[in-house]
């Protein structure tokens, strides 16, 4: 065939898809395995050759039926000990939606886990036994969930067939999970039966369970508004890199280049420069496709100002009248990540948008106990998966919004120095927080 | 005002988390490359570059892998393109490294230098002192892969230890390094196979010929369709014949299939990939079907 090839023909049938992520969780055996198998293969997702893959191995194991389970393992060391331990992240879509599903596994030891996908979500999926109803673990699940504010939560109520799809049942553990997400910061709980086993509700609805009049959960997930998550208002534009690209043409050109966290920046704004406090206008907004009136998040963009101000890596973009305060002290709850602990007056690197500090533990508040909402103020550390309450000294000042504000800039990790381990996620607190 | 909603497609959101990525790489990390196969990932992977650093070139250079069984369309593609953007190109060779008597060539029907790209590989991010290296992989294509970090480091020895992994969180990426490591950086993480052609389709990105369809002289091995080359031998029994193929991943030809396919245009391959029932991995490629773990076995090893 002769020479390479373009297509003029564009946009066909490529309608605008929003992505949407998920976080699921659930107890080792509730089902989740199954019932994202079960996703991906009614949404048809599955092609032939993993099919073909699951079946031969659900053979060899002697499963005595196709485990769609099997479809999400990943690591030998996972296979060869029937367990999941690390995040895994699947794809799928429908017409309307691209979804992405970070699969964390449900262990206690892996907490660390879950907070690493929930990180990124706009909706948690908890699994509940029918069988056994709201365990430790899924108090764990709905308070990692809330903790790190994602937005919406699902529960999947599964293996009712196991329990002859009893509403009474249903009713029960929907009672029992909405009076423990009542103490947690939880704006949207949605509660979905279900048998993921044998597909009731999971793309189809149910003719099981005809006292149900909800969604099933794909119509949910593609349904669910997440467009309004984002924040919106508080304009913030952390500067990740200065663009100069000193040729003839661009001669005198000076970008910023960075992702919108949050708020909307338009062309004419009055903007202030943290933490210089400089101010000025926003000249323009480029992208290689074209300048923009405004940008918004999560887009990636170049920004030009007006006057010839100091800007570098690290900064922040944000409106004159609305602008976080530097600060070099921060409240923050941790999520702690490494096998060496937090210790009250560890010293860490501190990364939090696109600017790196110092920071030590001034204070170990206290020690979070995710099963009894109990507050151990006793605590002299942060093992591994533990959550606690520390207050931080900067040794530069950071511009941080409070999490539950602006996940974008009130957001944080820690680095250990010896040995540049990521140790710690922080979301930073109010001051009318406690 | 009037009222605007802000919404975002989800190719333009992939498209923005990709170029945050690969400007932190750029801030955070003295030497990066980029690795271009010439292959669809690649080439979306090149157009984000440009994008993230427009209206400046961006700061590092290309580097291809050449088993020096290439399909020649792609060699012609990839040093057009080079030119257009003026960009560095650097071609680690496996050649060279057999020449050098560093790797031993596979010999027999089935021999291919898939796994030799890896010593290739290292040998070129060693003599660069390369700190990163940009490759187009996702996580959609492999189970190993699926468990991978967008930064993702390797040893002195250019090993993946998948359980010694750093977790990610938020968009915050910690690109610190120990002595002796170097990350691969995976943009395109989270983007699927019809997301990268949906992509390429949208921004009317140019693709080597080889991935639309044409009339090639092939033979049947395995269940996969192989091109007639210099550098695949036939085994007994098997018979030539020409057809009407495309590819669908762009790779060693000694070890890439190809698919029967009518689809002429971009528009058709979108179409086509929407319907496909058979992964690109297990429908085009040997190289994943010697074992259950044969990617991971392989990214432990260094692999791309
Ligand atoms: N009866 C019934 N069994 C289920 C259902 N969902 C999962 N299971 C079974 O529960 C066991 C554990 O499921 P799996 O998906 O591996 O759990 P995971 O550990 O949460 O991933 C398997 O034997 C499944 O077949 C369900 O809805 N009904």
């Known amino acids: 065939m002769a020479g390479p090839a373009t297509n003029g023909k564009v946009h066909v049938d490529s309608r605008p898809s929003e992505l949407v992520r998920v976080a699921t969780a659930g107890s080792v055996d509730d089902g989740k395995s199954t019932l994202i198998g079960r996703l991906l293969f009614d949404s048809k997702q599955i092609l032939q050759d993993q099919l073909e893959h699951v079946e031969r191995v659900s053979t060899e194991r002697g499963d005595g039926y196709v485990n769609l389970a099997l479809l999400t393992d990943g690591l030998r060391a996972e296979r060869e000990q029937g367990i999941t331990i690390d995040v895994a992240y699947r794809y799928f879509h429908t017409a309307k939606r691209k979804f992405i599903i970070a699969d964390t596994p449900g262990h206690e030891q892996y907490t660390r886990n879950m907070v690493t996908g929930a990180s990124t979500a706009d909706l948690a999926l908890v699994l509940v036994d029918a069988r056994n109803g709201v365990v430790e673990q899924s108090r764990r699940h709905a308070f990692i969930a809330s903790l790190l504010r994602i937005p919406h939560l699902v529960v999947a109520v599964n293996k009712m067939d196991l329990v002859d799809w009893d509403e009474a049942v249903f009713d029960r553990i929907v009672a029992d999970f909405s009076g423990w997400a009542a103490k947690l910061d939880i704006t949207d709980i949605t509660f979905i039966p279900m048998s993921a086993l044998m597909g009731d509700n999971v793309v189809d609805r149910s003719k099981n369970m005809d006292w149900y009049d909800g969604p099933s959960l794909l119509y949910y997930l593609e349904h669910v508004h997440i467009a309004s998550d984002r924040n919106l208002i508080d304009c913030r534009f952390p500067v990740q890199w200065v663009i100069r690209p000193m040729d003839d043409e661009h001669h005198d050109y000076r970008g910023y280049a960075g992702q919108v966290a949050s708020g909307v920046i338009a062309v004419g704004d009055e903007v202030v420069v943290q933490p210089s406090g400089r101010t000025t206008r926003i000249a323009g907004i480029d992208t290689q496709d074209g300048p923009l009136q405004e940008a918004y998040p999560p887009l990636s963009v170049t920004v030009r100002l007006e006057d010839d101000v100091d800007v570098s890596r690290g900064d922040m973009i944000c409106r004159v009248n609305n602008s976080p305060t530097p600060t070099k002290e921060v409240e923050a709850t941790v999520c702690w990540m490494s096998e060496r602990p937090l210790s009250p007056s560890g010293r860490y690197r501190i990364k939090h948008t696109t600017r790196t500090a110092l920071a030590k533990v001034d204070d170990l508040r206290y020690r979070f106990d995710v099963n009894s909402m109990h507050r151990d103020e006793s605590a002299t550390g942060l093992a591994l998966n533990e959550i606690g309450r520390v207050r931080l000294r900067l040794s530069a000042p950071l511009l941080v919004d409070e999490y539950r504000r602006n996940r974008a800039t009130g957001s944080f990790v820690l680095i250990e120095e010896s040995t540049n381990d990521t140790v710690g996620a922080g979301m930073i607190l109010g001051a009318d927080e406690d | ?304």
């Not at chain 2, 570059?49 to 069984?69: L, Q, R, W």
């Open chain 2, 1 to 304: 005002m009037t009222a605007v909603s802000y919404e975002v497609s989800h190719l333009r959101a992939l498209e923005a988390e990709a170029i945050h990525v690969m400007r932190e790489v750029a801030a955070e990390v003295e030497r990066a490359v980029l690795l271009f196969s010439g292959g669809k990932d690649s080439i979306v992977l090149l157009r984000l570059a440009e994008k993230a650093f427009y209206p400046a070139k961006f700061p590092f250079a290309v580097m291809h892998v050449d088993t020096g069984h290439n399909f020649p369309e792609v060699l012609e593609f990839r040093d057009r393109r080079m030119e257009e953007l003026g960009a560095r190109l650097i071609v680690a060779s496996v050649q060279e490294a057999i020449d050098a008597g560093k790797v031993v060539e596979e010999t027999g029907p089935r021999a291919s230098r898939n796994r030799l790209q890896t010593v290739a590989l290292l040998d070129a991010i060693t003599k660069h002192d390369f700190k990163a290296a940009f490759g187009g992989a996702r996580r959609d294509e492999e189970r190993a892969r699926a468990k991978e970090r967008i930064f993702s480091f390797r040893d002195d020895f250019g090993g993946w230890d998948p359980k010694a992994q750093r977790p990610e969180l938020w968009n915050i990426y910690n690109a610190h390094m120990n002595p002796g490591e170097h990350m691969r950086v995976f943009p395109l993480s989270n983007w699927t196979e019809l997301d990268v052609w949906q992509y390429i389709r949208e921004e009317e990105l140019e693709v080597p010929a080889i991935y639309l369809s044409h009339e090639r002289e092939v033979f049947e091995r395995d269940g996969m369709l192989y091109a007639v080359s210099p550098y695949v031998e036939l085994l007994p029994g098997e018979k030539t014949f020409t057809t009407a193929v495309r590819y669908r991943t762009v790779g060693d030809m000694s070890c890439t299939g190809a698919v029967q396919s009518t689809a002429a245009t971009l528009d058709d391959v979108v179409a086509e990939i929407a319907a496909t029932r058979i992964t690109e991995r297990g429908e085009t490629r040997a190289d994943d079907r010697f074992s259950e773990a044969a990617m991971e076995d392989r990214k432990r090893e260094g692999y791309f």
